[in-house]
């Protein structure tokens, strides 16, 4: 009996449980729904006890919400820390599940997971550099630089860079709780739908939301473009949907590098260059088992 992975996609609203070994082989998969942490993670040990009885698995992947301990060296390893989310904060979630478990664990966030599955079979599929942001509830952002993920002092927390807000084009002042006018804080969903009075997808195509959002995005993306030198730009996440911001927000690229950086990813092929996830709403679960897959063959 050949070996299968698990995986788990910790969401605010709810956790996807899987195990199988890639794109082409979930063999079991459950949806359950994000309440208490006592709740949630005794119905997600419940689901790997039963594979347990039927398969053999070799490791699970977690990514989840944050802000988490993923420093494998740090005494709170493995646990949900200054989480905005209700009853979450200072939750041990690794530890409680290898205590039952006893399984090998890979703990790092949502976004860093997501990329991991489009490295392995979606958009950076072979890429060392590349980003991955999503755009829904919050703002979130990972990758890869040189084949490993980012991660340094905590993990990247993308969303929630600075960029120019002119107040006199928005006068909107922004939702984040921290730092009010950040990226999260004026271009994601929630901020649109305070902004506008509509949540994201009750906007029709046309409306002047998306290019202000656009435009938000395409700051923060050049960011990272000079900061990190992705090969590639993955964006995803439910703001995403609106199929329309990607050629606004490849526009808004270029002309805000201005040529200055001369590379046939962006002068050539920038419909490429920034996409969205090959994997689609699959990134994160199939993230997950990529992850596992890399606990076992490291």
């Known amino acids: 009996m050949s070996a299968l992975y698990g995986g788990i ?7 996807i449980c899987a195990i199988g070994t890639g794109p082409n082989d979930i063999r079991s998969e459950k949806i359950i729904q994000t309440t208490t942490p006592d709740e949630t993670i005794s119905h997600v040990i419940t689901f790997f006890q039963k594979q347990l009885e039927m398969h053999d698995i070799a490791a699970l992947g977690i990514g989840s919400f944050g802000p988490l301990d993923a420093d494998p060296y740090s005494p709170t390893y493995g646990s949900i ?21 006893d399984l090998p664990i890979g703990f790092d966030t949502d976004v860093n997971v997501a990329a991991l599955g489009e ?55 922004g939702i984040c709780p921290y730092h009010v006018d950040c990226l999260e804080g004026l271009a994601s969903g929630p901020a649109i739908e305070k902004r506008w009075g509509s949540p994201p997808e009750e906007l029709p195509k046309g409306h002047k939301a998306w290019k202000l959002e656009a435009d938000y995005l395409a700051l923060a993306i050049v960011n990272y473009i000079a900061i990190t030198s992705p090969k590639c730009v993955i964006i995803g996440g439910g703001v995403m949907n609106q199929q329309q911001l990607f050629p606004m927000i490849r526009e808004r690229v270029k002309e805000l590098l201005n040529n200055y950086i001369q590379t046939t990813e962006v ?13 689609g709403e699959r990134s994160g679960i199939l993230g997950a088992i990529a992850l596992a897959r890399k606990m076992v063959d490291s």
């Open 119 to 173: 490295r392995m079979w979606g958009a950076a599929k072979g890429l060392d550099n590349f980003i991955y942001l999503t755009v829904g509830t919050g703002i979130g952002g990972g990758g890869l630089v040189n084949g490993q993920s980012i991660r340094g002092m905590m993990h990247p927390e993308m969303g929630h860079i600075r960029i120019p807000h002119d107040l006199k084009k928005d006068s909107f002042k």
């Open 9 to 15: 996609e910790a969401g605010g609203t709810k956790f």
């Open 267 to 279: 002068i050539d092929h920038i419909d490429t260059y920034i996409t969205p996830p090959a994997l």
């Open 81 to 101: 820390t200054s989480t905005p989310k209700k009853g979450w904060v200072n939750t041990d979630f690794v530890g409680t599940i290898h205590q039952v478990l």
